[in-house]
């Protein structure tokens, strides 16, 4: 498995849609384990394939390694069947985005179908953080950040701060 560095706004490939996975195979099993292993080194709880800069319908997620056991999950041509009205707010940040963490509106409830890594259709009603994290990295699927979800003020304060912190890192 192999660390693969992440990609942060605002490089345009952010913006791409990403393709379906046409078969769930090696190299995509591959490129998960690539993605999980690279959101563990980040200490994320969530990665889109776009984050490392492969176009690809694919998604992983480990929402609770507190005990320091993984469980990690994979999810591959992610679908969302049904939202609910009702809606939640939660602090979201993004491994792309560093250090800035806003309030997002999105539903409470999804429920969602995708592929797991053995390419078996799974189907799941999901709320709390799941449905929160899993409606983030399908934005980044489609190619919109949490950013996108922001006021344009709130949005561009977030981008000057990114871009400050960027030039301290890497001065030109
Ligand atoms: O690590 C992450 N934490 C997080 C917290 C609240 C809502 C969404 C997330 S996802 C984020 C990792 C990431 O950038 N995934 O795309
Ligand atoms: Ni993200």
Partial sequence: MTIRPIITAPDPRLKAVSKPVEIVDDDIRKLADDMLESMYAAEGIGLAAIQIGVPSRVIVMDLD??????????????????????????QEGCLSVPDIWEDVERPSK??????DRNGKRVEE?????????????MDHLEGILF????SRLKRSIALRKLAK???LKEPA
Avoid: M, Y
């Fill in 65 to 90: 390694q507190k005990d320091g056991k993984r469980r990690p999950r994979v999810f591959i041509n992610p679908k969302i069947l049904w939202a609910s009205d009702e809606t939640t707010i939660c």
């Fill in 110 to 115: 999804i429920r969602a179908e995708w592929l």
């Fill in 125 to 137: 009603e999901a709320e709390g953080l799941l449905a929160t994290c899993l409606q983030h990295e």
């Fill in 147 to 150: 950013l996108d979800h922001l």
């Fill in 165 to 167: 912190a960027k030039r």
